[in-house]
């Protein structure tokens, strides 16, 4: 028989689930702040799975990935469509919904001491209130898994087409990135700081999720966390079923963003996701006060991975992220195959009966130039 896992001085069962808080001390009223943690403790041994999500206070898309991941489509517990079960899981789920609570309920992105919090790790028990949240999570938490997948999206003012960011330099993070399946994988170490940089760092196995923007929930953003979420727990064996594969899937190690060269309004010419060619007009900028008007070329050729959504923009604000796609080879087949929407719909049948594609159907991590 397993042993129960320990936390905070809980024990959860073999082939159960508790919600434990973590205290993270007394907010100013000398009410005790918490940070619930979810674990899924399954029968049978196997790894040890964190998903931590709203980091940034106003990325919400994680939260609702994480509800529909445990609840299923009726977001009730305890009901026949719940996607993971602790009872059918091999190793343990740690799930840390909402690891910025007083940023959640400010609905900013920084912590309440004004910090970013994805700058604080490892953080430490004598820093700042955010420094002190972020040691209290990467050690009483992160640092009890192996594997780690953050959950973002933009921040305010603009949005991002799904996409996994990993260190592809380390073997287990791209295979980690390669299993959640979105067509893109940006590879980068991190900022100085992140959660995923300072754990991939440890030997943690890390990635991290940008899909959407922040304050909204979005069915296709989150459909793609659910799904991606599900191929990562099926690749590591913790439960059954088959990966569904995109259509088609670059490792893409050059991506730039293209900046505003004046003021004025903006007007996409594209959406996030799409394919442009270098040289094709990704956004114009229009004076609202005359009839001025200028086109913003792309200077490569790639996918859109991040748009500005914001009309206003200012001179050397961002307003696209391009991730470099050179070949024209590649170019061919992801026209052929645009990014596919899955629906929430959708991720269920990953658990029946969906052929599990060769990999042929990918193009993956094609060197460029
Ligand atoms: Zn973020």
Request: net charge negative; charged share 25%; hydrophobic share 40%.
């Amino acid at each position: 028989m397993r042993e129960p896992f320990h936390f905070e001085g809980v024990d959860v069962e073999p082939g159960t689930q508790a919600r434990v808080p973590l205290s993270i001390g007394l907010d100013p009223l000398g009410r005790e702040l918490v940070i619930p943690v979810h674990i899924l403790h399954g029968k049978k041994d196997g790894p040890i799975l964190t998903i931590t999500s709203t980091i940034h206070g106003d990325e919400l898309n994680g939260v609702t990935i994480i509800r529909h991941l445990l609840y299923g489509r009726d977001l009730k517990p305890e009901t026949s469509d719940d996607l993971v079960r602790a009872e059918n899981l091999r190793g343990t789920l740690l799930i840390v919904p909402v690891c910025n609570p007083e940023a959640v309920i400010l609905d900013t992105r920084r912590s309440s001491d004004g910090r970013d919090l994805n700058r604080c790790f490892p953080g430490s028990p004598h820093g700042t209130h955010s420094a002190r949240i972020a040691h209290t999570l990467f050690e009483r938490v992160v640092m009890r898994g192996s594997f780690l997948i953050d959950l973002h999206t933009a921040p305010a003012r603009r949005t991002n087409a799904p996409h996994i960011r990993a260190n592809c330099d380390r073997n287990d993070s791209k295979e980690l990135a390669r299993a959640f399946g979105t067509p893109i994988v940006l590879h980068s170490i991190g900022p100085e700081g992140s959660l995923r940089r300072t754990a991939t760092g440890l030997g943690i196995h890390s990635i991290l999720l940008e899909a959407g923007t922040a304050n909204v929930f979005e069915q296709g953003a989150i459909a793609v966390g659910v799904q991606g979420i599900m191929n990562v727990l099926i690749h590591l064996g913790m439960i059954d079923g088959n990966i569904r594969k995109p259509e088609w899937r670059l490792i893409v190690r050059k991506s730039r963003w293209v900046r505003s060269p004046r003021g004025g309004m903006l007007h996409p010419a594209i959406v996030a996701g799409e394919l442009v060619e270098k040289g094709q007009a990704i956004a114009y900028i229009t004076n609202p006060l005359s009839g001025d008007a200028e086109a913003i070329l792309s200077p490569m050729s790639g996918v859109a991975v991040g748009l500005a959504t914001s009309p206003i923009v200012r001179e050397g604000d961002p307003v696209a992220n391009i991730a470099s796609v050179m070949k024209k080879k590649t170019h061919q087949k992801i026209r052929a195959a645009p990014m596919t929407e899955w629906t929430i719909r959708d991720v269920a049948e990953t658990l029946e009966d969906i052929s599990d594609d060769e990999d042929g159907y990918c193009i993956d991590d094609a060197p460029e130039d």
